[in-house]
């Protein structure tokens, strides 16, 4: 097995981790896991707080890295509210003795400048610090207004000793403790994101997680192979996420618990922050949710007896893929899948490959505007799981309750 320290040499060649930003402190030889939280003005009492009240066993498995980050254009209060921020924190420790590291990835280049960046020079520091050890550990991703339940640490620990290779973590809005309207909003809003994933499982789509940034980890090794995080400014734990899953060993944790805030931000273009925002501004609204009938369609390509699927011509798919393949310029790429395999058992395997994540919400959005409009919220409910007579934070928990008792779940 190649080691971690050589898999990071050939990482960091290819693709210029920024060594500059990386703490100098030399890692506990026992580290097994870092926790990279990307932080631009945020007040970090809470998630420093609720990580402190882990009970752990030994401090020196875990360390958390804050990435405290600007662009040179940032206006001065900001400037100096990071800079005061990192001598409140480095080189610090929780109440639980982890100990914490700040980075001070200041005056970025504008046009780069973001949670996706903030992220990349996070990520990338941890897995040079477990190249230091030359330690495959976790390298786990949560966000400045965040809290965790209580046994986030301890089962985060126990998924890196059984070697899995990514996770999507259980979260959680807070909708007890926020005004009416937020209240009705963030409701809106995971019953959206929780109905998306659980759609896709009912259509058999076998990479269907949620890809929220801060609630997933990932191998060392499996970071690395990958190409490491993105720079976007938003959408980078979606891309992130879907070249992580088909590398296999993914999985959900349902034992531990994200609680994101449900505040509204500007920041960036997507994401819960700017979903708020868009609802309260009127310019978008989750009172309705894709059509069940698009993933009838979609459950069609990849049921297990689609294997059929390999015999089958553009003529004999279903109209609403065949319109999708010809419109994105794709039928030809989809042909050539056939021409690729040798038999329907590699034909499943290459297009399950292919057919990723974003091509996945391309169709569901083609069909949307072209064949299946979307449904009332209760209305798709009641047609994909069965849903009746309920108020929408009743939904909401029973779609909560799908998550807790995902197949898909390690532990």
């Not at 504008?110 to 990338?124: E, N, Q, S, T, Y």
């Not at 993914?250 to 500007?266: I, K």
């Not at 798709?380 to 197949?407: H, I, P, V, Y």
Request: hydrophobic share 40%; proline share 3%.
């Amino acid at each position: 097995m190649t080691s971690v320290n050589k898999i990071t040499s050939f990482y960091n060649e290819r693709f210029g981790a920024m060594k500059e930003y990386f703490p100098e402190e030399v890692p506990f030889s026992k580290l097994k896991m870092s926790i990279v939280i990307p932080s631009y003005q945020e007040e970090l009492e809470g998630i420093v707080s609720s990580l402190g009240r882990n009970k752990i066993e030994d401090a020196d498995e875990i360390e958390v890295i804050l990435v405290l980050n600007h662009s040179e254009k940032a206006e001065q209060p900001t400037k100096d509210f990071h800079a005061a921020q990192f001598k409140e924190y480095h080189n610090t420790y929780l109440a639980n003795g982890v100990k914490v590291l700040c980075i001070k990835a200041f005056d970025l280049p504008k046009k780069k400048a973001g949670v996706g960046l903030a992220r990349k020079i996070g990520m990338d520091a941890a897995l040079n610090r477990f190249a230091t050890i030359d330690h495959d550990g976790l390298v786990v991703c949560l966000d400045g207004d965040c809290e965790v339940s209580p046994e986030y640490l301890t089962m985060l620990l126990k998924c890196e000793k059984a070697k899995i290779s990514g996770l999507s973590i259980a979260f959680e809005h807070d909708v007890n403790s926020i005004d009416n309207q937020r209240n009705k909003q963030i409701i809106e809003y995971e019953i959206f994101l929780r109905y998306y994933v659980h759609a896709l499982r009912s259509a058999a789509y076998p990479h269907a997680f949620h890809t929220i940034g801060s609630s997933m980890a990932s191998r060392a090794s499996a970071y690395a192979k990958i190409g490491g995080m993105n720079t976007r400014k938003a959408g980078e734990d979606f891309y992130f996420l879907h070249k992580l899953i088909p590398q296999g060993k993914f999985y959900d944790l349902t034992t531990a618990t994200v609680f994101p805030s449900a505040r509204v931000s500007e920041r960036v273009p997507f994401g819960t922050g700017r979903a708020m925002m868009e609802m309260n501004d009127g310019t978008k609204d989750f009172e309705t949710l894709y059509n069940p009938k698009t993933f009838h369609d979609l459950g069609i390509l990849f049921f297990d007896e689609a294997d059929a699927l390999f015999d089958l011509h553009l003529k004999d798919l279903p109209k609403s893929f065949a319109a999708f393949l010809n419109q994105a310029g794709l039928s030809k790429q989809f042909e050539d899948l056939k021409v690729r395999s040798k038999d329907s058992v590699q034909f499943r395997k290459n297009f399950n490959h292919w057919m990723d994540g974003f091509k996945v919400l391309k169709y569901v959005h083609f069909c949307r505007d072209n064949f299946y409009p979307n449904l009332p919220l209760e209305q798709a409910l009641e047609g994909l799981f069965g849903f009746k007579n309920q108020s929408r934070r009743e939904l909401l928990d029973e779609l909560r309750e799908m998550d807790r008792k995902s197949t898909f779940s390690y532990f």
